[in-house]
């Protein structure tokens, strides 16, 4: 990623606010039901790689940390990410 990509996403993008984090589902989540993969940004400072482990453990997600990988991984890593996804729809489309 170029310094100025990483400037302009620096800028723009926001954290959520509380009334986002706290509004109640709306109905049954599909991770209940439909299998979840979770990629885990290994050096994410955003959202600590231990919660993003006990966020996947909850969903029974299947999961691959990206060693040293920063929060937006599937920018900085395009092709670990795309080979991911890639994995995930060999594996629910059987």
């Not at 926001?14 to 209940?32: K, V």
């Not at 959202?47 to 040293?68: C, D, L, N, S």
């Amino acid at each position: 990623m170029s310094g100025k990509d990483a400037a302009l996403l620096a800028i723009a993008q926001r954290p959520a606010s509380g009334a986002a984090l706290g509004e109640p589902a709306a109905g049954p989540q599909a991770w209940h039901t439909i299998p979840s993969y979770d990629l885990i940004s290994g050096a994410d400072r955003i959202i600590p790689p231990a919660a993003q482990r006990f966020m996947a453990a909850r969903a029974g997600a299947t999961t691959q940390v990206v060693k040293g990988a920063s929060h937006l991984v599937f920018v900085a890593q395009p092709d670990t990410a795309v080979a991911f996804i890639e994995r995930a729809a060999r594996e629910t489309s059987r």
